[in-house]
T-cell receptor, first 110, second 113 residues
Framework: SQQGEEDPQALSIQEGENATMNCSYKTSINNLQWYRQNSGRGLVHLIL?????REKHSGRLRVTLDTSKKSSSLLITASRAADTASYFC??????????FGKGTTLSVSS | KAGVTQTPRYLIKTRGQQVTLSCSPI?????VSWYQQTPGQGLQFLFEYFSETQRNKGNFPGRFSGRQFSNSRSEMNVSTLELGDSALYLC????????????FGPGTRLTVT
């Protein structure tokens, strides 16, 4: 069963624009992770945010976590065509496996 | 360090057959997890192995099984294949458990006809 649910399911933007994806989950978590997948290939880890953190940055990526609302957002600034991919959030509870959402498909056109 | 490798990359099997997929984790990683990815169900967790022991298991029938060897390499087996088993099977390794980032392999694309 899915723990995290991403919103929107699909997003189309122009190069240079910002892209924001949201993730909502149902139960308390240990940490939340974001991954990227290019066209049916393996997933690449982007960023991990722990339950006691509110915001993390990595290059053009900014992730926020609101445990009171059980939600997270991923912001990609100044998008590039190479950012075209599917983005997944995944939640972890202590001692359990990582559970993935169904993802947001991002399309960046030049 | 070499990344996670999976073999074979593509596989075509017939209903009723069985299949074995292999995964070699990043050197030093002791946790290996397997996921099934389909367009309809998304990414679903199959199982996780740590030091040759199954530590977590997803909600899949007993036809899906796995094991881990002393060198941390892992195999998963699917017996009596069904059409619905057609999927991308992904292996991931990590230092310890799922509270750490997972490093994914390129996947094995299984097609059941």
């Amino acid at each position: 069963s899915q723990q995290g649910e991403e919103d929107p399911q699909a997003l189309s933007i122009q190069e240079g624009e910002n892209a924001t994806m949201n993730c909502s989950y149902k139960t308390s978590i240990n940490n939340l992770q974001w991954y990227r997948q290019n066209s049916g290939r393996g997933l690449v880890h982007l960023i991990l945010i722990r339950s006691n953190e509110r915001e993390k940055h990595s290059g053009r990526l900014r992730v926020t976590l609101d445990t009171s609302k059980k939600s997270s957002s991923l912001l990609i600034t100044a998008s590039r065509a190479a950012d075209t991919a599917s983005y997944f959030c995944a939640t972890n509870q202590a001692g359990t496996a990582l559970i993935f959402g169904k993802g947001t498909t991002l399309s960046v056109s030049s | 360090k070499a990344g996670v490798t999976q073999t074979p990359r593509y596989l075509i099997k017939t209903r009723g057959q069985q299949v074995t997929l292999s995964c070699s984790p990043i050197s030093g990683h002791r946790s290996v997890s397997w996921y099934q990815q389909t367009p309809g169900q998304g990414l679903q967790f199959l199982f996780e192995y740590f030091s040759e022991t199954q530590r977590n298991k997803g909600n899949f029938p007993g036809r899906f099984s796995g094991r881990q060897f002393s060198n941390s390499r892992s195999e998963m087996n699917v017996s009596t294949l069904e059409l619905g088993d057609s999927a991308l099977y992904l292996c991931a390794s990590s230092q310890s458990d799922h509270s750490y980032e997972q490093y994914f392999g390129p996947g094995t694309r299984l097609t059941v006809t």
